[in-house]
């Protein structure tokens, strides 16, 4: 009796696994005669790009998928480090088209994540000439990244419940009339940066010396605040009123909500602010070169740079003037002030390992209180 | 025990164990080994060493963090049970049996909604603008808001609501469980209802009030997003420290190390009180 109950269901499972794995290898099949006259027939093909939140935006991906029959694939991060150990764990391939903090650029290539690019591949007359920083984008001449976007860690406010020209002195954020109604963005880099303008010390020339007096002024800052979090978390206290200033904000934390709130503005301080700034770059272990290289250009394209400019994850500056953004949205991103914000703003400056762990020790020792 | 139902078992327990093997096992495997890595600079030193755990073990912020968490923890297992006991008993015996279910349907109802949703109504439950401190304001009872989010009593309140249901129900399964003769029988011996219910109810479902703490231990020690969310990341707990390492510096050694640090606390949790983990009624 169990012995023929087992018999039987041991066939039936038998007769399972087999159709099971016949329709797998129809569909195998299938999909490998798709595949293989997928480029003949017009069926669409796959490009896979590691990017910051503000390229996910279907504005900026449609009108590049219907030009080119092809499907991009994204997958956001935050972070070189997290962006590297994604790459790291992928197979050759995986990934064609990466954005990266600029500063990066250099490490990244020198470890041959990135492909060479062709410069006359790009128009380089219609970006602005202090964002194309070659020294970082090209090694020895070849160019490596093409830069896309650009912005400021400074400070972004409620302007009715906080003194504009107050705000343009970067000191006034330790003053006690702003306490608890401070958020503080978390990303430690800009941040204590930041915090090094106010003490006089310009970020390229942080040291190891220099943290115990930016630890000491980050704690009083962190005894302003009331929170302590993401682009999103401290969007939200500000708009909800939870607090008036973000410190390390700036226009990718207002632009968005401005359309509801006019008041919710962001400043550059006299003391200066840091400049962050990303670029593009088709991964070296690409299959697909030349369509990545076609994205690229799409991206710093006048049509693809205004969509990346008002993303909805975040805005920033085109790296492109020619980008084709209306005046309220020019408004918004302080068009006409560029020069004298980039002229008062220090490049977003990475450190090397041991410092930057050293910085991030002092962060999560201010954090943990 | 003959060849046939031998393989009958290994083909039955086979499709389990492998699953158990490829999604957990394995897995495990993988984050004990770059646990043992290093990150140097930009990249990972795959030379196995315990430098992770050694820095787990001596660093002062850590152990902060750690003790943050056990603390926020603690706070929101004691809460819970104190909420849920009381909750779970008027439900099993002071509530008729046709309306128990729907009781207990009422228990789980915010479980059908959103982990994050839940995060945020309670962000703008609490926040200066938010529904308490405007009422209060408003009726004069205080003159300026409170601060309540982006602390830890709001991280404490939020673990309570979400988990409070977990408790609620394994201390009304442990209760159920319970004969309802031995009342009647105390009571005829002369125990008066206090006794009855310190000398025999509370002791035989001591179980169900184990199993809650320790889902709710297991489900908020691990939390990341209730404190990040309605804590305003203002206290420093062990998942925010995880997670720092691998978003901001990818440091996946390091974070791989943290994260088995707080499964050996799961682990030692579960070794203390596994003599009571059941729910099946005690001999």
Redo the contacts between chains.
């Keep these: 009796m ?2 023929t109950r ?1 018999t039987a ?2 066939a039936a ?1 038998s007769a399972s696994a087999l159709l099971l794995a016949a329709c797998a290898g129809s569909a195998e099949e299938g999909s490998s005669s798709t595949g293989s006259e997928g480029a003949a027939d017009g069926a669409p093909q796959e490009l896979n790009a590691l990017v910051w939140c503000d390229h996910t935006d279907p504005a900026l991906l449609e009108p590049f998928e219907e030009a080119n029959n092809v499907t991009v694939n994204v997958r956001d991060y ?8 994604i790459l ?1 764990q992928s197979q050759p391939g995986d990934w064609d088209v990466f954005v990266i903090d600029s500063v990066d650029v250099p ?2 290539a020198e ?1 041959g994540l990135l492909a060479p690019l062709n410069k006359d591949d790009f128009d380089f007359d219609q970006f602005f000439e202090q964002v194309r920083l070659p020294e970082i984008h090209e090694i020895e001449g070849t160019l490596y990244a093409v830069p896309e976007k650009f912005g400021y860690n400074t400070v972004a406010f409620n302007g009715a419940n906080v003194d504009a020209e107050a705000m343009r002195d970067l000191s006034f954020l330790w003053d006690p009339a702003l306490a ?1 109604k401070i958020a503080i963005y ?3 880099i800009p941040v204590m940066e930041f915090v090094g303008l106010e003490l006089g010390i310009e970020p390229q020339n942080i040291t190891l010396a220099d943290l115990p007096a930016i630890e000491a002024r980050l704690g009083e800052l962190k005894e302003q ?5 993401d682009v999103v ?1 401290t969007q ?2 500000l708009a ?3 607090v008036d200033v973000i410190v390390g904000g700036g226009e990718f934390s207002t632009s968005v909500l401005n359309a509801e709130n006019p008041e919710l503005d962001w400043i550059l301080p006299e003391q200066g602010g840091i400049r962050w700034q990303q670029a593009v770059g088709v991964v070296a272990s690409s299959e697909k070169q030349d369509l990545a290289t076609k994205f690229v250009q799409h991206i710093v394209s006048p049509e693809g740079q205004a969509a990346l400019a008002t993303s909805s994850c975040f805005w920033g500056m085109p790296a492109n003037k020619n980008a084709t953004l209306t005046d309220d949205q020019k408004a918004l991103l302080r068009w006409d002030e560029q020069a004298a914000f980039i002229a008062n703003s220090y490049p977003y400056y990475i450190p ?2 041991e410092l ?2 050293a910085m ?2 002092v ?3 201010v ?3 | 025990m003959n060849s046939h139902v031998r393989w009958r078992g290994w083909v039955l327990v086979g499709p389990a164990l492998l699953v158990t093997l490829g999604l957990f096992a394995a897995p495990m495997v993988l984050v004990i080994i770059t646990s043992l890595y290093r990150r140097e600079g930009a990249s990972i030193n795959r030379a196995l060493s315990l430098d992770n755990y050694v820095r787990i073990l001596t660093d002062a912020t850590i152990h902060q963090a750690l003790l943050n968490s056990l603390e926020v923890v603690a706070l929101t297992v004691a809460f819970s049970t104190l909420i849920a006991y009381p909750f779970a008993y008027i439900i099993a015996f002071r509530v008729a049996s046709k309306w128990q279910p729907l009781l207990l349907l009422l228990t789980v109802l915010p479980f059908w909604t959103s982990y994050v949703v839940r995060s945020y109504s309670w962000l703008l439950v609490l926040a200066k603008n938010g529904v308490i401190n405007q009422t209060l304001v408003e009726w004069g009872v205080l003159a300026e808001p409170l601060a309540m989010a982006n602390t830890r009593f709001a991280t404490v309140l939020a673990f309570t609501h979400f988990f409070v249901m977990v408790s609620t129900l394994t201390i009304y399964a442990s209760l159920r469980q319970i004969p309802t003769n031995l009342g009647p029988a105390a009571r005829d011996l002369g125990a008066s209802p206090l006794q009855v219910f310190l000398r025999v109810t509370l002791p035989l479902s001591i179980p169900g009030v184990v199993v809650g703490a320790f889902l709710t231990f297991v489900l908020a020690i691990g939390d990341y997003i209730t404190p990040q969310i309605v804590g305003g990341g203002n206290e420093l707990l062990l998942p925010q420290l995880l997670i720092l390492q691998v978003s901001r510096r990818g440091d996946f050694p390091l974070a791989a190390a943290m994260a088995l640090v707080l499964l050996v606390i799961v682990a030692l949790v579960y070794a203390a009180s596994s003599k009571n983990l059941t729910l099946e009624r005690r001999k």
Excluded at chain 1, 225 to 229: P, Q
């Design positions: 169990y012995k087992f269901s041991l499972l935050e972070g070189t480090g997290v962006a590297l150990g790291e490490r990244v470890a608890g978390d990303y430690y605040s009331v929170l302590l979090g978390s939200t206290a909800t009123g939870e090397d390992a930057d762990e991030l020790d962060w999560t020792r954090v943990a209180g």
